[in-house]
């Protein structure tokens, strides 16, 4: 997994002690690890404690004026090879499944193009839940990938299904996934956008851009009009 990106996101639980040791087990396999947290997340592990294993500045805030003047969260959506949620509430599988986009670790899985794999960690009783199953359903129709849960004991006493699947078990599941899928990187993205010959995006791209950069076989696309170029789409 040599010079692989993921993008690990963190939300509130307790199981959140477990993944700066996901971290180093990501980079012990070569991996190059960008750290996303919630604002519950930082209620159980301090983002300098990622910071320290990662290497890396923590994300964690969709509203932070020097990472959004150049759209950051685009930027680092298109960075991932792979993004992987370890762990998963139950809280954030259910705004995921309903395509919310209220946090930067949210919208960034809407923008991305990269897998995402989640690794659920929560009570046995919410794990099991009719809604939270549904929503694990929903995801899973989406090609969203579910790494575990495992059965155990749990933070609150009881013992069963939800608890989160170790690191060195997480590691080994995302190089799998992301060897069998391959980087992201240099692909060339084409995106339906309606009957529109031109058009540009809010990172400033444009459909007139892109064929100086991108060759003729790009013009031959571009010259149905139902089609139009996102510049930022490309890899």
Known sequence: MQGK???LGVTGGIAAYKSPDL?????????EVQVVMTASARQFVSSLTFQAVSGHAVRTDL?????EAAMGHIELARWADLVLVAPASAGFIARLAGGQADDLLTTLCLATEAPIALAPAMNRVMWANAATRANVATLQARGIQTFGPAEGDQ?????GAGRMLEPIELADRATHQILRDGPLHGRRVLITAGPTREGSTRCGS???AAPERWGSPWRRRRARPERKSCWCAGR
Do not use: F
């Not at 971290?23 to 991996?31: F, S």
């Open 155 to 159: 933070a609150c006493g009881e013992v």
């Open 63 to 67: 509203w932070d004026p020097a990472a």
């Open 206 to 208: 444009s459909a007139t």
């Open 23 to 31: 971290v180093r087990r990501l980079r012990e396999r070569g991996a």
């Open 5 to 7: 990106r993921i993008l």
